[in-house]
């Protein structure tokens, strides 16, 4: 049987390390910057035969009602409401701060079986604070170390103690095949959501869901690590992830910034399928075409949604000039889908998530091999490769080896001959002959192997 665990306490008091330590890789950014965190991250994690989701918030503090750390402290209690258990963590070498006394009151009135955690236990510095945890009466402290993963089979029992159901071993008809369990994970999209600072990525998501899951707010920068999330849509699961803003790399210079920008191409490499979010205020600005860029790069399919649209008034034609304009500013994804929507209202989001799932299929699709040389023929009889030192090459055939992106190789006499612009005038025409719009496609051009080389020349 599953459950939840929500990991509390002050901030950088190691939260993240240990959420990191149970789910046994880097997910959660971690830095010495007390309140890394904000919005809460979710995993799936493991501690002997005991499986389950923790939850990792953001760091208890005080705050005024209506700013930032107001909202991001509702986001910490809205894991405890969803908790089956509460982490109390405090640092050991600091010991049981009157922060602590307080917040401990809050763990008391959030009715969940709470166990208090000593982190940071590590050598003779430790063992005080550890004691003064009994102090905070939410019962007999665990004394660990999440950045060296020492006391986890103290973990481990108090677990098993404060949910004796739950931990209970799972009788056999419960337990799933791993096969069907791949089954299930295979129909997941994995879709990531990126585009410059306050285009609304979170309020997005937030609509996507239909409940205030991520943090938002005017405040630019607020969201700085990939959080994910899964949503149902229209029978397809698909598992979301939120990022940090990207601005342009001279203005990056702050360590954690760094770090989140660094977990966004993380989500970017590991998605699917990717929404780049525009604002319609100021469209298509130099760091929009270079995230579009970017993800064309990495071969992923890519939606671009002009977020805002219920805050201009936008002339008639306005939509017919702008998809114009994406394919003169983005002609390496030609046809690529642009939506027009509002986060804030939620107009648009039908047409959004149908191009989402339209151009999976395409990032998705194979073409036949003879269909592939047909195609091949008409387009050398239409243009033929241009000469080069008086030859012209020859070529033989086209294959489409992988998809994700459609990746196609050509075979031709002489490959280091075939200019660059020739091979764009290829990859367009595949793009048309076959309906790729918008996604990436690779065109490789080999050699085709000489039967004769290595033989002597008969005199």
Known sequence: ?????????????????????????????????????????????????LAFKVIDTAGLEQAERESLSARVQAQTAAAMAAADAVLFLIDARVGATPADRGFADLVRKSGRPAIVIANKSEGRAGEAGALEAYALGLGEPVALSAEHGEGLAALYDALRSALPEATAPPEKSESASPLAENRLAETIIRLAVVGRPNTGKSTLINRLLGEERLLTGPEPGITRDAIA??????????????????????????????????????????????????????????????????????????????????????????????????????????????????ARTGAGLDRLMAAVLESHAVWNRRVPTAALNRFLARAISHHPPPAAHGRRPRLDYMTQPKTRPPTFVLFSS???????????????????EFDLPGTPIRLTVRAKPNPYAGRKRRR
Do not use: C
């Open 1 to 49: 049987m599953s459950f939840t665990l929500a990991i509390v306490g002050r901030p950088n008091v190691g939260k993240s390390t240990l959420f990191n330590r149970l789910v046994g890789r880097r997910l959660a950014l971690v830095d010495d910057t007390p309140g890394v965190t904000r919005d809460r991250r979710e995993g799936q994690g493991k501690l002997g035969d």
């Open 229 to 342: 999330v899964e949503l149902q849509w229209r029978g397809q699961r698909l598992r979301i992830h939120d990022t940090a803003g990207l601005r342009r790399r001279p203005r990056i210079t702050e360590k954690l910034e760094k770090l989140s920008v660094a977990d966004t191409l993380n989500a970017v490499r590991f998605a699917e399928v990717v929404i780049v979010l525009v604002d319609a205020q100021t469209p298509f600005e130099e760091q929009d075409t270079r995230i579009v860029d970017l993800v064309e790069r990495e071969g992923r399919a890519l939606v671009v949604g002009i977020n805002k649209w219920d805050l201009i008034k936008p002339p008639p034609g306005a939509y017919k000039r702008l998809r114009e304009e994406t394919d003169r500013l983005l002609p390496q994804v030609k046809g690529v889908p642009v939506v027009a929507l509002s």
């Open 414 to 432: 002489r490959a280091s001959a075939l200019p660059e612009t020739y091979r764009r005038y290829l990859v367009n025409a595949l793009r048309e």
